[in-house]
């Protein structure tokens, strides 16, 4: 067992540097006008690795730009399907899917009584998770969007974790304020990681999946490690900008 253990994880890194290595290179052929050379490289990409740095230089390649539709009153937040064919967004109570090369809307949906606030996709896009800051967390097909199950708690923000089928979630309330990892196949807690002081505002995997970072609106960032729950690291961003404003948004580099 420990030796198959070893092996996936062996396999994963390899996958891994592969991925950065054509990043980087897609990026320098992009700067280089070698725009060709540049898809190839993007399309070498695994695509379980594939996140908002991929899509990004995606933008570069093509030739036009695509107008989506809008939210009667704004989205909130958008994500992009691993495979760069979908593309969910979120606003007030609805959940809508783009076809991403067109910018057709496919499918609108709306489950979450309250409005939504976030999504995200699985690292094999057979998932689609939405949330919003009332009730729940739903679970849907990552193809149709349609409802699989719902977690029983409202969420400030989601994320995937690059590597399995784990979801890190953000629920806040009165009592409260925590980060919590889910099975996003069977629905089961997983495990708590644990508490801010004030509301979380954001959770982010790394992309080895091995440790999740969350920020609360008092601009502290915290680093946890997903098999033990400790937190491993602990900083305070407060002061850092000109507006000394709280956190946000946590995002980590690939």
């Avoid at 915290?222 to 602990?234: L, R, S």
């Avoid at 900083?235 to 995002?251: E, P």
């Amino acid at each position: 067992v420990l030796r198959h253990q070893e092996g996936i994880r062996i396999k994963h890194e390899a996958r891994l540097t592969t991925y950065l290595s054509n990043i980087v290179d897609a990026q320098t052929f992009i700067e280089n006008g070698r725009i060709s050379q540049a898809q190839e490289r993007l399309a070498e990409c695994p695509v379980e690795h594939r996140d908002w740095e991929w899509g990004w230089l995606q933008r570069f390649c093509n030739q036009e730009a695509i107008t989506f539709g809008r939210h009667k009153d704004g989205a909130w937040h958008v994500a992009c399907s691993p495979t760069g064919t979908t593309v969910a967004s979120v606003g007030e109570h609805e959940i809508r899917l783009w076809n991403a090369r067109t910018g057709e809307l496919r499918t609108t949906l709306n489950e979450h009584p309250s409005d939504a606030n976030e999504v995200a996709y699985s690292h094999d896009g057979e998932r689609l998770a939405t949330c919003d800051g009332g009730t729940s967390t739903i679970i849907r097909d990552g193809s149709t969007g349609a409802a699989i199950f719902k977690i029983p708690l409202a969420s400030s923000s989601i994320d995937f974790s690059p590597v399995d089928d784990s979801l890190a979630a953000a629920h806040n309330t009165d009592e409260q304020h925590v980060v919590t990892l889910w099975n996003s196949i069977t629905g089961e807690r997983i495990r708590e990681l644990g508490q801010h002081e004030t509301n979380v505002a954001s959770v982010d995997f790394a992309p080895d999946g091995k440790h999740v970072f969350s920020i609360d609106i008092g601009a502290v960032v915290k680093q946890w490690d997903v098999e033990t729950a400790e937190c491993v690291h602990e900083w305070s961003t407060t002061g850092r900008t000109s507006k000394n404003q709280g956190g946000s948004c946590v995002a980590t580099s690939p």
